[in-house]
Nanobody, 127 residues
Framework: VQLQACGGGLVQAGGSLRLSCAGS????????ISWFRQAPEKEREWVSS????????YYVDSVKGRFTVSRDNAKNTVYLQMNSLKPEDTAVYFC?????????????????????WGQGTLVTVSS
């Protein structure tokens, strides 16, 4: 079971990118798919999540209003549309999935709760 993230690249501040996360070898039928990012010498941080069951989306405050997470079940793909990019958005972006039971409501923000990870795609935003 592997996830594959792609779509990163170099963009100027204010620009846009769309990241994709596709499952390989299985149907992306996990309850929650999330995006995390890791900047150089920083901890991996949660960015956004989408629930298959409820359709709800969640965002870290720093990207609200700029990023949109969505999924295409027919294509087994989750997207992260990133607009109005800032230099501080520069990081390697990872997608992650988990369908197991979690005992607290905000588990999706915790990187240690995920069993499956994509390989990451680099996003560089120049000023």
């Amino acid at each position: 079971v592997q996830l594959q993230a792609c779509g990163g690249g170099l963009v100027q501040a204010g620009g846009s990118l769309r990241l994709s996360c596709a499952g390989s070898g299985f149907t992306l039928d996990y309850d929650v798919i999330s995006w995390f990012r890791q900047a150089p010498e920083k901890e991996r941080e949660w960015v956004s999540s989408i629930s298959r069951v409820t359709g709800r989306t969640y965002y870290v405050d720093s990207v609200k209003g700029r990023f949109t997470v969505s999924r295409d079940n027919a294509k087994n793909t989750v997207y992260l549309q990133m607009n109005s990019l800032k230099p501080e958005d520069t990081a390697v972006y990872f997608c992650a999935a988990d369908g197991s039971y979690h005992s607290y409501s905000t588990w999706y923000k915790d990187k240690y709760e995920y069993a499956s990870w994509g390989q990451g795609t680099l996003v560089t935003v120049s000023s």
